[in-house]
């Protein structure tokens, strides 16, 4: 491509279209500057301790794990006490251990660090880096960088990469010569494709070294691959075209600096979907153990334990392709079965021919064949979500024609409406459609692209709440479910429920540049419950309270403000309304400082709702401001002062400046109307209690500074008595400031004698957090008070668009990783269409279109299986029965009409499963609240129980089951229950079974 610049100065993108065999060529010139290597925040670490190597290395330990690599770059903030050498320092880290790394000593002055008392940052830097490309005609015949290696997106097809290439090459050069690629399915054609490669593998192999030039080689080429890729040339699927779409897309984006280009090819094929329509077999002449017909060259009278199997074809032999003429057939099979060594080449029959007439399928049919798209169209599948994810599969499987068959539908649901902000990637929506519902709106557009496809749209959450509509027999009649969810919990629960019904699942989850997709099949892989993600970092509650030491903190702090005063708040004064006298005996159950807290903002809503005005709305949030961002400081600092120390818990020793480690000691502010963050907070705020109060929004910020400068704040009281206490406090992992409990008791009494005295207001409005709408007031007020919050505590200040992505839990979602997992998920479901059963088949994906590896594919891990071993609750042997079960597996008992006591129900049991010996019964899946509440066994036989309950539980043999679980847990909504059952085997050793399905009616 000429654009009439010098190379270093474009940007060039390859992208080739065998269908089957796709790659992706990046070229951004001899040197390219990329500034942000994968897009990821930096790193920030808290730096805990510093240690020198005999060497005069410097080691410095961190609070966590550091997640740096060699070569990184970090910047020191913050040091101090003999560290401050190291602040503004960038330095160049090398790894050691996982919370572990060391820079150059050179860059370490300090002869004999001490204890690193005060801890300090370690922020890693974007630091440009400079790379090299070669221009497409350098990279063909050597695409390996000096230094790389060719890119492996399959690891179970590691070795591929270079046949794939030579499979472009091949293909390039007939387009060329024939203006055309190889003709579907034609084994001459195909043949003289493989024999052209070779060619050209030998002059690789060959002329090229021998010259002294760089070349990619292989020993010996890969037929099956070259051959699948010329009979499939011609053809496309969507999936694939959607998952490269978006790893083009995104490589162009790269071009402006921001993430790692390719380095520099990407070949990925979807071969295991004609695995079948290329057999290579090599055999000596004794060694053949099948009849080959002689018109038909079909497999006949294969022996039992032969590799070939009856019906497939013979499309060569010795690579002479067999014609429809029947006398080239029969000169072949003359010619060539008499030979000592032969190389069949079989395909297994599929009704693929295309008809006569033009068929938006009719790639996918010659691809797949008329059963497998048949099946497709057949499927009841149910897309779970509408969103980002749920608009890409819903648009794809009206591409596949999916639920297109009278029989078949798509089933889709989403509670969610569509906002502003979902236009740039969810792209079935516009703006006229904003504010209607998710899924209704996504089916009626997909329903527009291909008028044969069947869509049910539901406005229903998945969960147990709503089994009513997403029954028993609306489970049962599913083919396969894709998850397009955002969130754990609802992923579990649409897994328990797959696994419960046995059905397949696609999940899949994007972040950013990031995604995976998991192919969860009955019985053969892992389901998602399974496997447990790492839990994300937390935030200890006593660093949101009181010792920040980062922006996120501060920010999570002003989240849990804005619903405790305009959310809950606000709530809990239309609770006090609705029944005062329950409120205040629920009250009573709160600690002393809690019921104040609680009270005062009911005094301060009340107040304000006898006669509502701005001005009032003003008074208030002039008030909060100095309530948290001076007085609570004060507090604080008034119990641990800025020359406490801290002792240890056992010796009593002096450990160090309490103000010390994570610690930073605070400041307090006072509200000044000439600044403008103080002022942000009173005018959000004000607005906020006037949307609660029921009036209209003030937006003359003037008119709320001019307000406010009329007021006047409280002094802050002390709240020790004796100023000069001590100042040692014991070591421990919570500070909280004393609280004099005797006057918060009082405070309390005079609150509720206040409160009692006003008179019943409207109910307030409640301010659910919504983080779109730009008008009312949420996200600007959490900014105004996630940066006071960090300026008490010295803290960097945050922007707004950073407060509202962190308070928003906002996940990065980008329109070209949505169509590369997507698509990625499409090739898995046309596996499941051909109805392939081998887990090999099957590929799980990880990727990152930030980096470079953009791509790796896994194969699926299989279930967990039960083995023998130590019970981890009570860490005594247990053995399965039986032996290997998963979780897909359950038991059924049937209670066949007749109302079954629990004795009757353990002799059923015993009966249908191994004999096991039943001694407890619970509730499959019982939730910690239920056993609190003493609901945890239904029944239970053990001798380590008090007599009276032993003998209340042999009493209960003669109840039936059902009337017990009744008085737990209620009538059930089903025919069935789930129970968890605890046994022993027939020999007495303590057992481990599958859940029982029991079927009451």
């Known amino acids: 491509m000429e654009l009439g610049l010098p190379r270093e100065r474009q940007g060039f993108h390859l992208e080739r279209e065998p269908w089957l065999h796709r790659l992706c060529f990046s070229d951004f010139g001899p040197k390219f500057k990329v500034l942000d290597k994968d897009g990821e925040p930096p790193i920030s670490n808290m730096v805990i301790a510093c240690s020198i190597n005999d060497d005069g290395t410097p080691v410095f330990t961190t609070e966590n794990r550091h997640k740096l690599s060699d070569g990184d770059t970090v910047l020191f903030e913050e040091a101090k006490d003999g560290y401050e050498c190291l602040n503004g320092k960038q330095c160049i880290v090398k790894t050691v251990k996982a919370n572990q790394f060391s820079i150059d000593k050179s860059e370490f002055t300090t002869e004999k660090p001490g204890k690193v008392e005060y801890y300090f940052r370690a922020v890693q830097q974007k630091v440009p880096t400079e790379i090299k490309f070669r221009s497409l005609m350098e990279s063909i015949p050597n695409p390996v960088l000096p230094g790389d290696m060719m890119l492996i997106s399959d690891f179970a097809a590691w070795d591929r990469p270079p046949h794939l290439h030579f499979a472009q090459i091949a293909l390039s050069l007939f387009k060329d010569k024939n203006s055309r690629f190889p003709d579907l399915k034609n084994m001459e054609e195909a043949q003289k494709m493989y024999t052209f490669a070779k060619e050209i593998v030998e002059k690789h192999n060959t002329k090229f070294i021998a010259e002294g030039k760089e070349a990619i080689t292989v020993e010996e080429l890969d037929e099956k691959v070259l051959k699948k890729a010329a009979l499939y040339s011609s053809m496309e699927l969507s999936g694939f075209t959607a998952y490269l779409g978006g790893v083009v897309a995104q490589e162009i984006v790269k071009f402006t600096g921001k993430y790692m280009p390719l380095r520099q090819w990407l070949h990925l094929d979807c071969f295991p979907l004609i695995d079948d329509q290329v057999i290579i077999r090599k055999m000596k002449k004794e060694e ?579 083995v023998e071993g130590l019970d981890p609750e009570t860490f005594m042997p247990i053995k399965p029965v039986p032996e290997g079960f998963t979780s897909w597996n359950k038991i059924e008992i049937k209670a066949e009409g007749k109302n079954l006591t629990i004795g009757e129900f353990n002799k059923l049991l015993a009966e249908k499963h191994f004999g096991v010996e039943c001694n407890l019964i619970g509730k499959y899946g019982v939730t910690k609240a239920e056993i609190e509440a003493g609901k945890g066994m239904i029944w239970t036989e053990n001798l380590g129980l008090k007599k009276e309950i032993q003998d209340e539980m042999k009493a209960l043999l003669d109840k039936p089951l059902m009337d017990r679980w009744k008085d737990f847990y209620g009538e059930p909504t089903r025919d069935y229950v789930v129970l968890d059952i605890g046994c022993e085997t027939p020999d007495g050793d303590d057992a481990k079974i599958p859940k029982v399905k029991y079927i009451y009616k």
Not at 335 to 351: A, L, N, S, Y
Not at 417 to 431: A, G, M, W
Not at 803 to 816: E, Q, S
């Open 288 to 866: 053949i153990d099948f009849q080959l017909d002689r018109e038909t060259f079909e497999v006949k009278e294969a022996e039992e334990k032969s590799d070939v199997e009856n019906g497939w074809v013979c499309d060569a032999i010795n690579d002479q392709v067999v014609s429809r003429e029947k006398k080239d057939k029969k000169e072949i099979y003359d010619t060539e079965m008499g030979k000592e060594e032969i190389k069949f080449q079989f395909r297994k029959p599929r009704d693929d021919k295309l008809g006569s007439e033009p068929s938006r399928y009719e790639s996918q049919i010659a691809i797949l064949g008329r059963e497998a798209h048949k099946r497709l169209q057949e499927w009841n599948t149910f897309c779970v979500g509408a969103g980002a994810l749920g608009c890409e599969y819903l648009k794809q499987m009206a591409l596949m024609g999916i639920g297109c068959a009278d029989s078949g539908k798509v089933h889709v649901t989403d509670m969610d409406r569509i906002e502003v902000s979902n236009l740039n990637r969810q792209f079935l929506f516009r703006k006229k459609d904003v504010g209607t519902q998710k899924s209704t709106t996504a089916g009626k557009a997909v329903a527009a692209m291909n008028p044969d496809f069947s869509v049910q749209s539901y406005e229903v959450k998945v969960c147990p709440e709503t089994e009513d509509t997403f029954n028993a027999a609306f489970w049962d009649k599913l083919d396969v479910v894709v998850n397009a969810l955002d969130n754990v919990k609802a992923r579990q629960y649409v897994d328990r429920q797959c696994v419960w019904y046995e059905k397949p699942l696609m999940e899949s989850g994007t972040l950013g540049t990031k995604a995976n997709a998991q192919v969860i099949l009955p019985h053969k892989t892992e389901s998602y419950s399974d496997s447990v993600d790492p839990e994300e970092d937390s935030i200890p509650m006593c660093t949101l309270r009181n010792f920040p030491n980062a922006i996120e903190h501060c920010i999570e702090w002003a989240r849990a403000e804005f619903s405790d005063l305009f959310s809950t708040g606000a709530q809990e004064v239309n609770t006090y309304l609705a029944d005062t006298e329950k409120f205040l005996a629920e009250l009573a159950n709160d600690s002393a400082k809690e019921q104040v807290e609680k009270l005062a903002a009911l005094v301060d809503w009340i107040k304000a709702a006898q006669n509502p005005s701005i001005a009032e709305c003003i008074k208030i949030a002039f008030n909060q401001f100095h309530a948290k961002f001076r007085d609570k400081i004060l507090d604080l600092t008034e119990c641990f002062p800025a020359d406490a120390r801290v002792t240890d818990k056992d010796s009593g020793e002096d450990v160090g400046p309490f103000w010390s480690g994570m610690r930073r000691f605070p400041s307090p502010i006072s509200y000044s109307a000439e600044d403008a963050m103080g002022v942000d907070y009173v005018y959000n705020a004000a607005n906020l209690y006037a949307f609660g109060l029921g009036l209209d929004p003030v937006k003359d910020r003037q008119k709320i500074v001019d307000i406010s400068k009329e007021l006047k704040a409280a002094d802050w009281k002390p709240k020790q008595k004796d100023s000069g206490g001590d100042k040692k406090f014991e070591q421990k992992d919570e500070y909280d400031p004393v609280d004099d409990e005797e006057a918060l008791n009082a405070r309390a009494e005079e609150l509720k004698k206040e409160l009692s005295s006003l008179p019943a207001c409207k109910p307030l409005a409640i301010a659910e957090f919504e983080k779109d709408d730009d008008t009312n007031f949420h996200i600007d007020f959490i900014t105004a008070c996630s940066n006071l919050r960090a300026t008490n505590y010295t803290i960097e200040n945050a922007a707004r668009h950073k407060v509202k992505m962190i308070a928003g839990k906002i996940i990065p979602a980008l329109a070209t990783t949505t169509a590369m997992i997507t698509g990625l998920v499409g090739i898995e479901l046309y596996k499941l269409a051909l109805g392939l059963d081998n887990l090999e088949a099957y590929r799980n994906a990880y990727c990152n279109l930030g980096v470079a590896q953009v791509l790796n594919q896994v194969e699926p891990t299989p279930p967990k299986r039960a």
